[in-house]
């Protein structure tokens, strides 16, 4: 047990003063308190409010918001979420349009970044010299921190007019196959459309899904991949025996916070998608995505509904990204026990 | 040993601190020197305003406009700070209704219903006017079109530039089978507001879309934010077409096609067809007015007018008397600025009206 | 961090040729999606040094103003530089001391407590708030009523920054060995004191560096800034009152334009953030480098 042997008046554990009672010290001896008592008390409740405030600030976000978005929902009723009738001139607000669109652009994104991402990983901690492990990683993480809006602004400038012919390729490439020619069409096929925003985000949540997946697989235990080469595995055949299975969770966990980011991500998505909502697939056509209509449409949002809906649509993407989120944590917790139980 | 290679991060991060904090006072100090000397000499005997700001948002139809204006009027009065952000007419009609500005830029009327949302009465102020281009790109076409093609261009109806209704109205033109990309505006807009009234003037039953700052688009269509952004559209998309200011518009180097105008005749947008279409237009008690359809052999029918909107009590008097003088400059040099970014200035009688207004900010 | 050691022998020698085959297929493809991903994404950084370059270097691009007159070509991002600058270090001063203090109550105080794992699972969760949300939170609730400011947009960015910093610090405390804790109050040490005096300069590379990373972060956000800044030409030094302006707004602007001025100002704002942003990051890098070497000795 801890004491404070330099000091007589309290030799007692700090602790159990904080449980007992606050005034034992005091008539420990007159006018002479113990100096620290006063000061841990003070500290500690600091920090708690200081952990609280996110609590609260959550609360404030869930309550404001959906307080301020009331409006819409009362007048829309359930065809704000159903309807893809997205006409303010005429007080019509339904969101489908948009959510098909975010959902869409972020299926894009995450069929592209996932293979691409578990391969950095995979070549950095189990194919790379070890020299060459620690540039790749700084490397991966910097482009982490590039700025979304610059990958917008890549995106607008050089990608997307660039992307055209290469779509017509692709078109005609596919134009009798049943499924793929009508996805790989566009009416009439754009620069800035649901795939040229797929590719953008792709391309930014590509290095968060792989420092995800990089972190996972070193904490593979080094005794299973000795042991799968001891059976005489192919290195390939030792990262689908040992790598893969072993990291299944935090594999998911990353996916989940990249599908986090490409939801909610706003100004790289608004500057390619094209900004005319439809439910389509046709990949190569321009789209929407709510966070987009919110930042263009928000200004001219005068009318009390329209601003209503426009916060709804902020409420409805702060409530995926709680179920994103909270799935994400829920599977990284279950993946810890998992590990914690193999290794 | 390692606490103080720790505490060595320290003093780094304050550098870079002291370092912003340098540049954040260099640079505002900086810029009033240098504009100070560059007074013009027309503007010199106006008395000096005293310090204040005015903080603009709104319409991008009159941008362009606005910030040349800005810049000469900061050279004349460098105490005042005048600031225009853009946004869109519907941002403006917002941030004032807010408070959060102190003038808006707006092409489109307030709505009835809208004006109990202001904090008080606010004023017209129609500063200039300017034809809505019809921009295109196709190489090598001088497009001719009627209301009603038009109309079934943005609906969508006709998509591809070798539509027979295109055709007809092109004679000799080789129009390819390209498809037609339509380019508007994703923002709240004037422009948009102008282009829909004008279309459900002028097209009838051929348009459906009704009329306003935002309308219900077809899908497939292409937006662009503020006029230089449907701007970008149709300049880096071949087969596209977009509305788009005129003074954008040409600064873009854009391609426009001639509107065939109420009186029959197919007019290019320029400054003297829209001055045509101002002068048929008459001024309504509160200064709004409309030249949206003119009739006249040379005016061009989508002629927009664009207004200032500033609320007539002000209580802070430095703002008040920033905002008069303001709005004097534009009256006086501005007018003469105006063709200079390819806007045209106000009729006499306008002008005349506009100038007395004035008188009643304030009162 | 675990290293592989050297492998067995005997995995060439044993395997079939199909096998082996198989397997340089896939360790090729690796290597393929490593340059797929790497290649553009540095041609990306690459693409906004050319483009930017010339803005950067033209006289005056880190004071002079932005052109009111949009469409005149020409340096001038002092202003954004200032409001990026300015936005970052308000919502640092309000998002790091309260987060590092959130920090030290979630692993010192409450390491296993119910009410430290809600707020743990919270702070999680409000990590993955996308920042437009934060935006539109702080239009709700604050310039709705004191209007258009920088402080505004600091509001929204330390809302994003704080479970960052919570996060990392708790992170970081938790790496500091429970042995310092005992001698200090061993010697002596009150809980609080021991904290501040033992605990928080053992960890104050890593937490540092967690710092770092939220304002590179928090830098380069433009979302929550649209609703809650506004737009000026000159700098505004007011933190609280009146508009601002700051690169990441100032580049989502003029990226829409078609005039050559505006554009090539979009780029040299992308380069001047992108190095800003870079100059955190590489910050963060040394710091808790700093904590590894701490570690090894």
């Known amino acids: 047990m801890r004491a404070g042997?330099?000091?007589?008046?309290?030799?007692?554990?700090?602790?159990?003063?904080?449980?007992?009672?606050?005034?034992?010290?005091?008539?420990?001896?007159?006018?002479?308190?113990?100096?620290?008592?006063?000061?841990?008390?003070?500290?500690?409740?600091?920090?708690?409010?200081?952990?609280?405030?996110?609590?609260?600030?959550?609360?404030?976000?869930?309550?404001?918001m959906i307080n301020e978005a009331l409006p819409a929902f009362r007048s829309e009723g359930w065809s704000y979420f159903t309807s893809d009738v997205w006409d303010p001139a005429h007080s019509k607000y339904g969101t489908l349009a948009f959510t098909f669109g975010t959902v869409l652009v972020s299926g894009i994104a995450l069929v592209l970044a996932v293979p691409v991402s578990i391969g950095i990983a995979l070549f950095t901690t189990e194919v790379a010299p070890r020299w060459l492990r620690k540039p790749v990683t700084?490397?991966?993480?910097?482009?982490?921190?590039?700025?979304?809006?610059?990958f917008g602004l890549w995106g607008l400038l050089v990608l997307a007019p660039a992307l055209p012919g290469f779509y017509q390729g692709w078109h005609d490439l596919f134009s009798g196959v049943p499924v793929l020619g009508s996805l790989f069409d566009g009416q009439p096929i754009a620069q800035r459309s649901f795939m040229t925003a797929g590719i953008v985000l792709a391309v930014m949540v590509t290095p968060i899904i792989t420092s995800v997946a990089r972190e996972t697989f070193a904490t593979v235990p080094q005794s299973q991949k000795d042991a799968a080469h001891a059976l005489g595995a192919t290195r390939w055949e030792m990262i689908r025996a040992a790598v893969l299975p072993h990291s299944r969770g935090g594999l998911t966990a990353g996916i989940l916070i990249g599908l986090g980011r490409a939801l909610g991500e706003t100004i790289a998505v608004a500057l390619v998608i094209g900004s005319s909502p439809q439910i389509s697939g046709k990949l190569f056509g321009s789209g929407d995505a709510a966070a987009s209509v919110i930042a263009l449409q928000w200004g001219e949002a005068s009318d009390g509904t329209y601003r209503a809906a426009l916060i709804g649509l902020g409420v409805v993407l702060f409530a995926v990204t709680l179920v994103v989120g909270v799935a994400a944590r829920a599977i990284v917790a279950r993946a810890d026990r998992n590990a914690g139980g193999t290794a | 040993m390692k606490r103080s290679r720790a505490r060595m991060l320290v003093p780094l991060v304050l550098t870079i601190g002291l370092l912003a904090a340098a540049c954040g006072s260099s640079s505002s100090s900086t810029p009033k020197g240098d504009k100070g000397g560059s007074t013009s000499p027309t503007t010199a005997a106006a008395p000096k305003l005293a310090a204040a700001t005015l903080n603009g948002s709104g319409s991008t139809f009159q941008q362009a406009f606005d910030e040349a204006v800005i810049t000469e009027f900061q050279a004349a009065q460098p105490a005042v700070k005048v600031v225009y952000g853009g946004g869109g007419s519907g941002k403006g009609q917002t941030d004032l209704q807010g408070g959060l500005v102190q003038w808006a830029g707006s092409d489109s009327t307030v709505k009835p219903e809208d004006v109990a949302k202001y904090k008080g009465r606010f004023l017209y102020f129609?500063?200039?006017?300017?034809?809505?281009?019809?921009?295109?790109?196709?190489?090598g076409v001088k497009l001719k079109l009627s209301p009603q093609t038009l109309a079934k261009i943005f609906e969508g109806q006709i998509t591809k530039w070798d539509d027979a209704a295109v055709k007809a109205e092109n004679a000799g033109a080789t129009l390819p089978s390209t498809a037609i990309t339509v380019a508007h505006r994703s923002d709240g807009s004037g422009t948009t507001a102008n282009f829909t009234k004008y279309l459900v003037a002028a097209a009838g039953p051929a348009w459906t879309l009704g009329t306003d700052k935002v309308v219900a688009w077809p899908s497939g269509t292409q937006a662009g934010e503020g006029n230089g952004g449907v701007a970008q559209i149709v300049k880096s998309t071949t087969g596209s077409i977009g509305y788009v200011d005129y003074s954008d518009a040409k600064a873009a180097g854009l391609v426009f096609a001639s509107l065939k105008n109420a009186s029959g005749s197919f007019v290019e947008p320029s400054l003297e067809s829209a001055t045509a279409a101002l002068e048929a237009a008459t001024l309504a008690a509160d200064l709004t007015y409309n030249p949206l359809n003119a009739t006249g052999a040379k005016a061009y029918p989508i002629t927009s007018p664009t207004y200032i909107l500033v609320y007539s009590t002000q209580a802070d008097p430095a703002v008040k008397a920033a905002i008069k003088g303001f709005l004097e400059?534009?009256?006086a040099d501005g007018q003469k600025t105006a063709t200079t970014v390819d806007f045209a200035p106000l009729p006499k009688a306008i002008l005349t009206a506009a100038k007395a207004q004035i008188t009643k900010i304030g009162v | 961090?675990?290293?592989?050691?050297?492998?067995?022998?005997?995995?060439?020698?044993?395997?079939?040729?199909?096998?082996?085959?198989?397997?340089?297929?896939?360790?090729?493809?690796?290597?393929?999606?490593?340059?797929?991903?790497?290649?553009?994404?540095?041609?990306?950084?690459?693409?906004?040094?050319?483009?930017?370059?010339?803005?950067?270097?033209?006289?005056?691009?880190?004071?002079?103003?932005?052109?009111?007159?949009?469409?005149?070509?020409?340096?001038?991002?002092?202003?954004?530089?200032?409001?990026?600058?300015?936005?970052?270090?308000?919502?640092?001063?309000?998002?790091?001391?309260?987060?590092?203090?959130?920090?030290?109550?979630?692993?010192?105080?409450?390491?296993?407590?119910?009410?430290?794992?809600?707020?743990?699972?919270?702070?999680?969760?409000?990590?993955?708030?996308?920042?437009?949300?934060?935006?539109?939170?702080?239009?709700?609730?604050?310039?709705?009523?004191?209007?258009?400011?920088?402080?505004?947009?600091?509001?929204?960015?330390?809302?994003?920054?704080?479970?960052?910093?919570?996060?990392?610090?708790?992170?970081?405390?938790?790496?500091?060995?429970?042995?310092?804790?005992?001698?200090?109050?061993?010697?002596g040490g009150r809980k609080?004191?021991?904290?501040?005096?033992?605990?928080?300069?053992?960890?104050?590379?890593?937490?540092?560096?967690?710092?770092?990373?939220?304002?590179?972060?928090?830098?380069?956000?433009?979302?929550?800034?649209?609703?809650?800044?506004?737009?000026?030409?000159?700098?505004?030094?007011?933190?609280?009152?009146?508009?601002?302006?700051?690169?990441?707004?100032?580049?989502?602007?003029?990226?829409?334009?078609?005039?050559?001025?505006?554009?090539?100002?979009?780029?040299?704002?992308?380069?001047?953030?992108?190095?800003?942003?870079?100059?955190?990051?590489?910050?963060?890098?040394?710091?808790?480098?700093?904590?590894?070497?701490?570690?090894?000795?």
């Not at chain 1, 007159?30 to 008390?41: E, F, K, N, V």
């Not at chain 3, 829409?256 to 100059?279: C, E, H, K, M, Y």
């Open chain 1, 138 to 150: 700084y490397l991966v993480d910097l482009l982490a921190a590039v700025p979304s809006v610059v």
């Open chain 2, 329 to 331: 400059f534009i009256y």
């Open chain 1, 5 to 64: 042997f330099s000091c007589p008046h309290h030799q007692v554990d700090p602790g159990t003063f904080v449980t007992t009672t606050i005034a034992a010290p005091s008539s420990l001896a007159g006018s002479q308190r113990p100096p620290g008592l006063i000061t841990d008390r003070i500290v500690r409740a600091v920090v708690f409010v200081a952990g609280a405030v996110v609590l609260v600030i959550l609360a404030l976000i869930a309550y404001t």
């Open chain 3, 1 to 187: 961090m675990t290293y592989t050691m050297p492998r067995p022998s005997i995995t060439r020698s044993s395997a079939s040729p199909w096998r082996q085959t198989k397997s340089a297929v896939m360790t090729a493809s690796l290597v393929l999606a490593l340059v797929v991903a790497v290649v553009p994404l540095v041609l990306i950084i690459l693409y906004v040094i050319s483009k930017g370059w010339a803005s950067v270097n033209a006289p005056g691009w880190f004071t002079a103003d932005i052109p009111i007159f949009s469409r005149a070509v020409g340096p001038g991002m002092g202003p954004a530089i200032t409001g990026t600058l300015m936005i970052t270090g308000a919502a640092t001063a309000m998002a790091v001391p309260l987060g590092v203090l959130g920090g030290i109550y979630l692993n010192e105080y409450s390491a296993a407590s119910r009410y430290g794992n809600v707020i743990r699972f919270f702070a999680d969760v409000m990590t993955g708030v996308p920042s437009i949300v934060m935006g539109l939170f702080v239009y709700v609730i604050w310039v709705l009523s004191f209007g258009l400011s920088a402080f505004a947009g600091a509001l929204a960015l330390g809302c994003l920054m704080l479970p960052i910093v919570i996060r990392t610090s708790e992170e970081m405390l938790k790496l500091v060995p429970r042995e310092l804790r005992e001698s200090a109050y061993a010697l």
């Open chain 3, 192 to 297: 609080a004191g021991t904290i501040v005096r033992v605990v928080l300069p053992a960890a104050a590379p890593g937490i540092i560096s967690g710092a770092l990373l939220a304002v590179a972060r928090a830098a380069g956000e433009t979302a929550p800034l649209l609703f809650t800044i506004g737009f000026v030409n000159q700098a505004n030094s007011d933190l609280l009152h009146d508009p601002n302006t700051a690169l990441s707004t100032q580049i989502f602007k003029n990226a829409i334009s078609v005039f050559p001025g505006q554009v090539s100002r979009a780029w040299g704002a992308a380069l001047t953030l992108i190095g800003i942003v870079f100059v955190f990051t590489i910050l963060s890098r040394i710091a808790s480098s700093f904590l590894s070497r701490k570690h090894q000795s």
């Open chain 2, 126 to 139: 129609p500063t200039v006017a300017a034809p809505i281009t019809v921009s295109y790109n196709l190489s």
